[in-house]
Each structure stands twice: as C-alpha cells, then as structure tokens.
C-alpha cells in the first residue's frame, strides 16, 4: 500500500515513523515534510491548500490511502473533495468530511452539539460584533476568571484567560473589533472556567466503532511551573495517572458514547481521530474542547505506546470494521520534551544547524520544525518547536528522565525546553 500522509510536524514524523513499521507499507509518501520525515519516506513540496495539487501526487504515485495531520485541511474539506472526484472517491481518507470537523473549526458548533447531547461542559454564551455590548454585560455578570475563545481556527492561541472584569472586556473588544484573531474571533465564545487538571482523551473512528487510544497529559506553558505564554504544547506524558478505570469509564458513557452516537443523529458519517480535550472536576470530566486530529505533542507519546500496526488500524477505520480490530497497547510510560527556538513562542529566528540527533540512542527523536540545509544538506531549524525527544520508561519519572539525559546530547543556538514536564504527576 503506498500511502500519503499530509502535514510537517512532529505529529506527523510520529505517524510516519510508526506507518512504517507496517510490511504493508510498501511506500510512504509526506507533504510537505520535514527533515525527519525525509529519512523515512519520500517528501512532497505541495501546497496543501491547493487540493488539485493533492489530487495530482496522488494519481502520479498511484496513492492507495491519504491521513490527514493538521485540522486545516479537515475544516477546508479535502475529504469531501475527494469524495466527490470520480478518481478519488475510492481512496480512503483518514479524517472527517467538512460537517465533522466543525467540532474543531467552530467552538460554537462544538458547544452546542454539546449542549444537544447532553455532554457535560463549561456554560457558555456566543457574541459578534453586532452584539458586542450584551457580551460586555454578560462578563459582568460572571465568575472569574473568565475564559473568551475564538469562534474559528486561530492556530492554537485563540483562548484567553481573563482574571479580572476589565482584562475580558479589553479582550473581548480586541477580538470583535480588531485583528487579534483575525477572522477567527469574528465570533467568540464566552464560557466559565473550570477548575481542575487537564487531561487528552484520543478516540478512533470508523462512525460506528470506536478505539480509544492512550491518554495524554500536555503542558503549553513556555517556561517551567506552567508560566509564560502560551505555546503549541513543550512537552507530554502518557499515560495519566490519575486517569484510572473508573475515571475512563466516566469519559466513555459521559462523553466518548454520546459524542459518536450525536454525530450518527445528527447524520455526520465521521472517519477519523477525536481528540477530547477534557477537564478532571473533583473526578468528573468535562469538556474543553474537541480537535478532529490528534494532538501535538501528544502523539509523540500516545503513537509510540500504540504496539498494533498502525496500517491495519487505519484500513480498519476505512472499511468500518473498527469492532474487529485488537488494539494492543505498551504498558510502559511515555514522555516526551520539546527543544524549541529561543524567541518561541514569540519572534525567533531560524537556520540554525541541528548537532547531536545521531548520538540519541536511548530515546526517540521526532523532529518537528526543521528542514535540510540547501547549502550543506545538514537538518537546521525552521520553526518555533525544533524537536520532540520521547522516552520509555517503568512509569512517568523514568521515561522523563530519559529524555532529559538524551536532550544533553542535542544542540541548536538558542535552545530552549522546560526542566519540569510531568513533574506535577510523580508520585514521590
């Protein structure tokens, strides 16, 4: 089977390296890639944006399936596009049509599905511009402190959390009015703030049949005790361990059952990963939010403990036969750090040589934002989050450990990675 997968993350050289693994991977294509990918499969320059170009790799390689890594291309409907060209139409794409990944690509659409099923979530009420003044009251009239997200895709950084009246007013002001999101916050959301401990729920599947994957905890925070900006993710643990057989249990009836059964009522033919981010409230989950791909870092630790072939998992969710699958998961803990710009998540720079990744021989390095030097053919930096340096181990502070011993190896000018990634969860 040769198969295309799309996206340039770490996420992706995770998929991509464990696609391999499977003999029946004959050949992977990536597009666009990334210097880690490169090792593993054949990149393709593309503009994903241009699904026409998408469709022309895929008929020049003679494409047998297509997995999608990033939301964008999910929210823009490139699996509908192929549903609906006599060519493609048979080639299985993992990843939902347009319909379904508006749980992702409207927080409003998401909340009220929610609200519809009876998934239990943070209060909430939406505003534009044109009702900007009743959301300006409405804040008024809440707790702090107050959480204000973007309606639509702003990359990751279109949530904000107030502590006082007259910060989410600004903020709210800032997204209606100006340029702070651009066409995301056109619209946002105004929900309460749960307090509680952050955990990632993966599901599969095939819109009838479900597989959840290993949990995930990330930590987005720049700087050590969860302080600074707000990032894309600098590192992940996995499993969770405060995420026992009752809590899950919780997540499956509460939240996983009523969110595949609302998508089959609401007539949403859903082929994909459901990634549940939720919050643990005095042992009950809630939900923050839904993303239709996996997570980043997340995947970095969730895809190494996945011991099934990942190829055959995948055809399964293509041909609806999810029930029939046996997934087999590590029993070991995985963590997973971030090597990123000096700068990020902020201005930084790029094309700095990458020195070290050879000598890793304990942990697993998926690169993230990185590419091969035009000049010298060495990996450089070109992005925010570099590297993503994953471990085993007996439990949480094992598998860290490794990582960490492993990032000594590693180095790039203006390196940066936090010293504490899943420090919250050791037991001692």
Known sequence: MKILLLGSGGREHAIAWKLIQSPYCEKLFIAPGNAGTKMLGENVQINLSDFQTIKNTVIENKIDMVVVGPEDYLVAGIHDYFLGDNYLQ????????????????????????????????????SFTIENMEEGLQYIKQQKLPIVLKADG????????????????ERELIEMLQGT????????????????????????????INYKILPTAKDYKRIDDGD?????GGMGAVSPVPFADEVFINKVEERIIIPTIEGLKKDGIDYKGFIFIGLMN?????????????????????????????????????????????????????????????????????????????ENIKE??????????????????????????????????????????????????????????????????
């Open 90 to 125: 048979n080639i299985p794409v993992i990843g939902p049509k347009k319909d379904g990944a508006m749980l992702e690509g409207s927080k409003e659409f998401a909340k009220k599905f929610m609200i519809n099923n009876k998934i239990p979530t943070a209060s909430y009420q």
């Open 153 to 168: 895709l702003a990359g990751g950084k279109g949530v904000v959390i107030s502590t006082t009246y007259e910060d989410a």
């Open 180 to 207: 702070k999101f651009g066409k995301a916050s056109s619209k946002v959301v105004i929900e309460e703030y749960l307090h509680g401990i952050e955990i990632s729920i993966f599901v599969l599947t095939d819109g």
């Open 227 to 231: 302080n600074g900006l707000n990032t």
């Open 281 to 357: 409230v005095d042992g009950n989950p809630y939900v923050i939010e839904y993303n239709v791909r996996m997570g980043d870092p997340e995947t970095e630790v969730v895809v190494p403990r996945i011991k099934s072939d990942l190829v055959e998992l995948f055809t399964a969710v293509a041909n609806r036969k999810l029930d029939e699958f046996d997934l087999q998961i590590d029993e070991k803990a995985a963590a997973t750090v971030m090597l990123v710009s000096g700068g990020y998540p902020s201005t930084y720079k790029t094309g700095f040589p990458i020195s070290g990744i």
């Open 363 to 428: 942990s697993l390095v998926f690169h993230a934002g990185t590419t091969s030097s035009k000049e010298t053919g060495e990996v450089v930096t070109s992005g925010g989050r570099v590297l993503a340096v994953t471990s085993f181990g007996e439990n949480i502070k094992e598998a860290v450990a490794k990582s960490y011993e492993s990032i000594k190896k590693i180095e790039f000018s203006g390196m940066h990675y936090r010293k504490d990634i899943g420090k919250d969860l050791f037991n001692d």
